[in-house]
């Protein structure tokens, strides 16, 4: 039978004591904590058994086994058989809920889906898919990042599977491992929490975050033979593109950089070969990396923005002038690897 709406809201809200008690004993034993996780294998396909879904009684679980207690006492005390009936009866339904409530999690698996890369500061996004092989629906199962307390929760129908989302704010740019995930359910009762914990394998890849308000873009660089040239450009001018003339070809016009700014240039094609835009670390500016950095994103995103074709050159790493979107995300990503 399908729970009512209250309650699994309510076996919802029973999360917050519970796991805070299990938050704190995760941060106690740190050295518990990771020699634990070193044994558990790095996986994007997680399905849930016997071996890897651990069970134990909640706060309520336990205040039931207290009355349980006094109320077998009771009966024994004053030989009522209402009392034995009573007792029984709630201690059949509550060995009923363990299993359920185990059977609600083991047999499940978990697939997370590749994470898109972000720029710092921003929320990593975690698509997680829940797959149901049993031909009866699991309920009120929970997913969140370990040692977190926003929880997202979702009802799995029988032979088909639900989506959750989760989130994780990364500390910095660079490439992340995404963080320990855990699962759980207290289904039926809440008297006891079943829970899972799981190491994804993915890494999330984390951008600098772009400067505000970067400068222009740096003058183009002539090629060989074209120095002549260097000094007739100004500043923030870029290699191969003018103001649009009447007659130049339609493949000629840069439409997304008017698309962006509603400002009509047109690619030169006798400078082309002449200047080459080169993103530069040594010429960001006298910040410090991390401010530096910045600014060349921002500049990365504005020359991909207006159809440039640039160069890149960071402390280890150069990638030559080129455009497009995989131009774009390769500068990027050699920005957050620095």
């Not at 106690?28 to 879904?53: A, E, G, H, I």
């Not at 898109?116 to 009120?140: E, K």
């Not at 835009?277 to 060349?296: I, N, T």
């Amino acid at each position: 039978m399908k729970p009512s709406r209250e309650s699994r809201a309510n076996a919802s809200a029973n999360v917050n004591a519970d796991s805070s008690a299990h938050l704190r004993w995760w941060q106690l034993r740190p050295r518990m904590r990771q020699w634990w996780l070193s044994r558990l294998r790095l996986t994007d396909t997680f399905t849930l058994t016997q071996r890897n879904v651990y069970i134990l009684p909640t706060r309520a679980g336990l205040m039931l086994a207290v009355t349980l207690a006094v109320l077998l006492v009771a009966s024994i005390n004053y030989q009522l058989n209402l009392g034995y009936l009573l007792t029984f009866l709630l201690l059949g339904c509550a060995a009923v809920s363990m299993v359920v409530c185990h059977n609600t999690l083991r047999g499940l698996t978990l697939h997370l889906l590749p994470p898109q890369s972000i720029f710092a500061g921003g929320l990593a996004l975690f698509d997680i898919r829940l797959v149901n092989g049993r031909s009866t629906p699991r309920y009120a199962i929970g997913m969140a990042v370990q040692g977190s307390d926003h929880w997202t929760w979702a009802d799995v129908p029988a032979q088909g599977e639900a989506a959750v989302q989760i989130s994780f704010k990364p500390a910095r740019r660079g490439l992340h491992r995404v963080p320990v995930l855990t699962s759980e359910t207290r289904f039926p009762l809440g008297t006891f929490r079943v829970w899972t914990i799981w190491r994804p394998a993915s890494q999330v890849l984390v951008y600098p975050a772009p400067e505000a308000t970067p400068p222009p873009l740096p003058q183009g660089e002539p090629l060989s033979g074209a120095g002549a040239l260097a000094s007739a450009r100004s500043a923030g001018e870029f290699d191969g593109v003018r103001s649009y003339q009447r007659g130049d070809p339609m493949k000629l016009v840069v439409w997304k950089k008017f698309a962006k700014s509603g400002e009509l240039v047109s690619r030169d094609s006798s400078q082309t070969q002449r200047y080459e835009l080169w993103l530069d670390f040594a010429r960001a500016g006298s910040l410090d990396q991390e401010g530096r950095l910045s600014r060349l994103a921002a500049w990365v995103m504005a020359a991909d923005a207006q159809g440039l074709q640039y160069g890149l050159r960071v402390p280890g790493s150069e990638i030559k002038p080129d455009g497009g979107v995989a131009h774009r995300l390769r500068c990027l990503r050699a920005l957050a690897l620095v």
